[in-house]
Structures are given as structure tokens and as C-alpha cells.
């Protein structure tokens, strides 16, 4: 093995330059294959967590997924007549007994419940009027499953609790009516109840439609205000482990039939268009290491070309054709360990680089950073497909070159 060796490294150091210039194709190869990977794996992270983080793992809606059987038809299936244009009594929507559902979601580790009852109503102030979002929360239950928390300019949800009749309302809605902390406003709901609240928090999420419209209050104050006593109609469930959430939600729905959905049923469509952009991105960056394997080939074909007659006097010194072979597979291992381990360290660099840009995009008015993936399976995969261009592109030349007859060649040469 270290005779191979050492006419594989013979043979690099003989043709310095074409050497360097295979070895340069690996080395970029290999760190634009990090710099684009880690690039186009950040920005799925980054969209994934702003999209879980800000929306609810499971939500549980006063819905059912299948209409459920009348009793009429359950107790006689031949029997029972269905009767068209009756009147069906107005009764309150909304989850019945969600106090047991929240009961069971919080009996399981790892997982945040939190009742919401949404509605709308118009807001009115200073003769203007606009309809709006009116969601009644718990406001400790809240902040355990979302990060409003963290999008607040002035006050917080806590506030709520101190002020029974306050509102909290987004930056957007308090613009357009030129709102402040501490004003009064008319809330007027569907069922015509009228209620004067006081602003007690502003947030701003940077969702222009969500801060124009979305307000919050306390949730027994909504219910009174639509006229929906004891009743949410939706339960925001958050986890630590967010892809558990369609087991959750299956397990919510055949335990109280209501619709659970989770947060991957709900973004199948996105998460089919992350995984085909993944697959395009990685047979771009691919195809960059598959170019420089063509240089790897072309050198070591040159060599074999070159070396024909050194070949055939090994082979009349004893040298096996899988000897032969070794030697021409060690310089393309040879090229492919410092080409990946020296565009490893590039492609580092180049992340770094990236990671530390700022960018303004058109309209915006914060400075954003690309989103770097730092992962170490992305490095681990980068080396292993270099290195196995690397093989590949010498193999061809090796197998040709342990097929090499030592007598015709060295009676040609005579």
C-alpha cells in the first residue's frame, strides 16, 4: 500500500499545474456547494420557524370534519324521513365543554393549550368606522402559545387583566385612526351590544392585513360582547415538538370529534414546495463537483496516457492489475481529501461572510441578515459527494490502465 502511494503522489507532483487546477475545481466545488446549501437550507429554517412560531402546532376548531349522523337516523335507518326547510333553533356556537379538552391537552408533556373565541365587530372612534378581528383570550394562556409577547411597542397583554374593559389593537389600526394608550373606543358586535373600551397595549408584527385588524380582550368579556356565554370556538395548542402535532391532532379529534388540524395538514402544499426546491438546489450545487470530477478525469487519463510504459514495467516487476488500479484510485482519493478539506474550510469562510451581510429589501424599513445554516450534516455531505466524484472520475482511468499489456508495450517500445 505505501508503494501505491507513493507513485500516486509521484505522479500529482510531476504535473504540478494540471494537479492545482483539479484540485481548484474541488475547492470551489465544494465551498459554493456549503455557501448555496447552507443559504437555501437557512432561509427553509428561518420561513418553518417564523411560520410555526407565529401559528398555532394544532388548532381545534367548533367544526366537525364529517357531518355528524342525526339521531333520527342512527336509531331507525330505514324508518326515519328527512324533513327539508326547518328551521334549525338558534343556538350559541361554539366548542361545548372545552374546559375538559384544555383539561386533556395540558395532561400531556410538552404541550401549551390556550381558548380563544373569535369574532367580529366594528370599531368606532371619532366618526370612523372599521371592521375588525375581536379574538377573547386568556391572557396567561396566551402568551404560553404565541409570541405576541414579543411584538409589543407599548404594554402587553397582562394589561388586560388590570382593565376589564381594555382592548390591545395593532400599530396598523392605531395609525389609521390615530389612536394612543389610554384612548376610548366603541366596540359594536353583531348581535348589537355596544361596549366602550380603553386601549391598554399596541403591538406590530410587520403583517400589515394582522395589525389593521386583529385586537384582543379578555375572553369573558368577548363572550358577553357576542353574545356566546361559556363558549370558545377555537383552542390554540403549541408543542416542543411541533412535527408530534398530527398525532395530537388526531387524537383531539376521535377523542371529542371536533376538527383538529395541525400545522403541517395546513401547509402541506408549502412543505411539497420546500422539498422540490431543496432537490433543485441540490442538483445545481451537485453539478459544480460533478464539473470538477471532469477535471480529475482528464488529469488522470493524461497520466495513464503518459505513464503506459512505467505501467508495464510494474506489471513485469509483479505489480497485480488491482495494484495498478490502487495507485491511479489514491490520486483521485488523494485530490478529493485536501480538495474537501481545504474547501470546507473556504466554504466556512464564504458562510461567515454571508451570514454577516445586511440587506434592505425594497419597502422595508429594518435591515435583514441571510439566514445561515450552520449544520454539520451539510459539511459531512459536501466532503462524502466530493469525495466520491473524486473516485469516480478515476476509477475509468484506473480500470484502463490495470488492463495495460506490459509485453506489447514493451515490445512496441523495442
Given at each position: ?160 387583566n388590570a382593565t376589564p374593559n381594555g382592548i390591545v389593537i395593532g400599530k396598523g389600526l392605531a395609525d389609521k385612526f390615530n389612536l394612543r394608550m389610554g384612548n376610548t373606543l366603541s366596540i359594536l358586535s353583531p348581535s ?102 471532469f477535471g480529475i478525469y482528464n488529469t488522470i487519463s493524461t497520466i495513464v496516457m503518459e505513464k503506459t510504459k512505467d505501467i508495464a514495467i510494474l506489471k513485469s516487476m509483479g505489480f497485480h492489475s488491482r495494484d495498478i ?90
Amino acid at each position: 500500500m505505501k508503494i501505491q502511494l507513493d507513485v500516486a503522489l509521484g505522479h500529482l507532483t510531476s504535473r504540478r499545474r494540471q494537479t492545482l487546477v483539479s484540485l481548484s475545481g474541488v475547492v470551489l466545488g465544494v465551498a459554493f456547494f456549503l455557501a448555496v446549501s447552507s443559504l437555501m437550507r437557512g432561509s427553509e429554517k428561518d420561513f418553518l420557524k417564523r411560520m410555526v412560531d407565529n401559528s398555532p402546532h394544532v388548532t381545534v376548531s367548533d367544526e366537525f370534519r364529517n357531518p355528524q349522523p342525526q339521531p333520527a337516523w342512527t336509531a331507525w335507518p330505514d324508518g326515519a324521513v328527512r324533513t327539508n326547510h326547518v328551521k334549525v333553533p338558534n343556538e350559541p356556537r361554539g366548542i361545548r365543554g372545552y374546559r375538559q379538552i384544555l383539561e386533556f391537552l395540558e395532561a400531556q408533556p410538552g404541550v401549551r393549550a390556550a381558548p380563544v373565541l373569535q369574532g367580529t365587530a366594528v370599531l368606532n372612534f371619532a366618526g370612523k368606522q372599521q371592521g375588525i378581528t375581536l379574538s377573547g383570550v386568556v391572557p396567561a394562556k396566551m402568551r404560553q402559545v404565541t409570541t405576541i409577547d414579543e411584538k409589543f411597542l407599548t404594554g402587553d397583554l397582562e394589561a388586560l387583566n388590570a382593565t376589564p374593559n381594555g382592548i390591545v389593537i395593532g400599530k396598523g389600526l392605531a395609525d389609521k385612526f390615530n389612536l394612543r394608550m389610554g384612548n376610548t373606543l366603541s366596540i359594536l358586535s353583531p348581535s348589537g351590544q355596544n361596549r366602550t373600551m380603553k386601549i391598554v397595549g399596541i403591538f406590530r408584527t410587520g403583517i400589515a392585513n394582522y395589525d389593521e385588524s386583529q385586537t384582543f380582550m379578555m375572553l369573558k368579556r368577548s363572550q358577553g360582547l357576542l353574545d356566546r356565554p361559556n363558549r370558545v370556538n377555537r383552542i390554540i395548542v403549541q408543542m416542543n415538538e411541533p412535527y408530534d402535532s398530527p398525532a395530537i391532532a388526531k387524537e383531539v379529534e376521535t377523542k371529542f370529534g371536533y376538527k383538529s388540524v395541525s400545522w403541517i395538514e395546513a401547509s402541506e402544499d408549502i412543505l411539497s414546495l420546500l422539498l422540490v426546491r431543496n432537490l433543485i438546489m441540490y442538483s445545481v450545487v451537485s453539478a459544480i463537483l460533478v464539473v470538477a470530477a471532469f477535471g480529475i478525469y482528464n488529469t488522470i487519463s493524461t497520466i495513464v496516457m503518459e505513464k503506459t510504459k512505467d505501467i508495464a514495467i510494474l506489471k513485469s516487476m509483479g505489480f497485480h492489475s488491482r495494484d495498478i488500479r490502487l495507485i491511479f484510485l489514491f490520486e483521485g482519493l488523494i485530490v478529493g481529501l485536501i480538495g474537501s478539506g481545504v474547501g470546507l474550510i473556504f466554504g466556512a469562510i464564504l458562510m461567515r461572510i454571508l451570514g454577516q451581510l445586511e440587506i434592505k429589501a425594497p419597502g422595508m424599513t429594518e435591515l435583514v441578515h441571510l439566514p445561515i445554516w450552520w449544520g454539520s450534516e451539510q459539511f459531512v455531505l459536501a466532503a462524502m459527494f466530493a469525495m466520491a466524484s473524486c473516485v469516480a472520475a478515476a476509477y475509468l482511468p484506473a480500470r484502463k490502465a490495470g488492463r495495460v499489456h506490459p509485453v506489447d508495450i514493451l515490445r512496441g517500445a523495442t
